[in-house]
């Protein structure tokens, strides 16, 4: 099953001979990418840089500690030492292939300290996914997968604020006992039109599991990461 044009950009934090962290030789993988395509990744990834060279890398399979091993040290061989704390975006084309392309200079190590904290901690949120449908982005209302209405339901909630990284809507939350069934209702639309959905779209719900926060973010088609300057390789 391939990705669409669209898809997530993966983002993986470089980390070789860092003296903050231990672990030289493990790339750290974002974990909205991991559960947006968690359905279709598979265990050895290739990854196609600018130049024409490509690794072969082991994922762990792990969407709740995403990791790429095996083979990743190895890259120190084919790029220069001043690639240490650099991130690196991966665009998914499908099939387990990724095109690369290495940043450096956008990662403060503020955010270097951050990204690695969240991705070493078991994080008091939960994160679901949805490929959009036709009907899915131009329908008044999103029914919710089964583990993400149970959470909703829990938290009793009538509303939730969706949260994009342009503007929030709030949506109504429709529950119906007879069919067993959660979906978002009025805003859905609103949210839709406001980003401009369409089939084929990937989005992850991040859900605080704590309290009964209304706040639900929302990651369409990418996870945020600020890049400065592209490295050529």
């Known amino acids: 099953m391939a990705a669409s044009t669209s898809a997530l950009t993966l983002r993986v934090l470089w980390k070789f001979g860092s003296i903050h962290f231990s672990h ?6 974002d ?18 840089d600018n130049n024409g060279h490509m690794h072969v ?25 001043r690639l240490n704390d650099s991130h690196i975006s991966f665009d998914y084309v499908g099939n387990n292939n990724f095109h690369i392309t290495i940043y450096f200079g956008a990662c403060s190590q503020e955010r270097r300290e951050s990204f690695i904290y969240d991705g070493t901690n078991y994080p008091d949120t939960s994160l679901f996914s949805v490929k959009l449908t036709k009907s899915q982005a131009r329908g008044s209302h999103l029914d919710l997968q089964i583990a993400f209405e149970n959470l909703i339901r829990s938290k009793g909630l009538t509303q939730v604020m969706l949260l994009g990284q342009k503007d929030s809507v709030m949506c109504s939350v429709l529950v119906s006992v007879t069919r067993n069934s959660t979906k978002f209702g009025k ?16 989005l992850v719900f991040e ?3 704590l309290g009964n926060d209304i706040l639900v ?3 369409i088609n990418g996870c945020p990461c600020t890049v400065i ?5």
């Open 207 to 209: 859900v605080n599991n």
């Open 24 to 29: 030289s030789d493990i790339g750290y993988v």
């Open 229 to 233: 300057h592209p490295i050529s390789v």
């Open 31 to 48: 974990r909205h990418f991991a559960a947006a395509f968690q359905n279709e990744l598979g265990p050895t990834w290739s990854l196609l």
């Open 217 to 219: 973010e929302v990651y």
């Open 57 to 81: 890398v082991t994922y762990n399979m792990d969407t709740v500690n995403p990791r790429i091993t095996n083979g990743w040290g190895q890259m120190r061989n084919i790029y220069p030492e």
């Open 187 to 202: 805003g859905w639309k609103e949210f839709c039109t406001e980003y401009g959905l369409k089939e084929g779209d990937v």
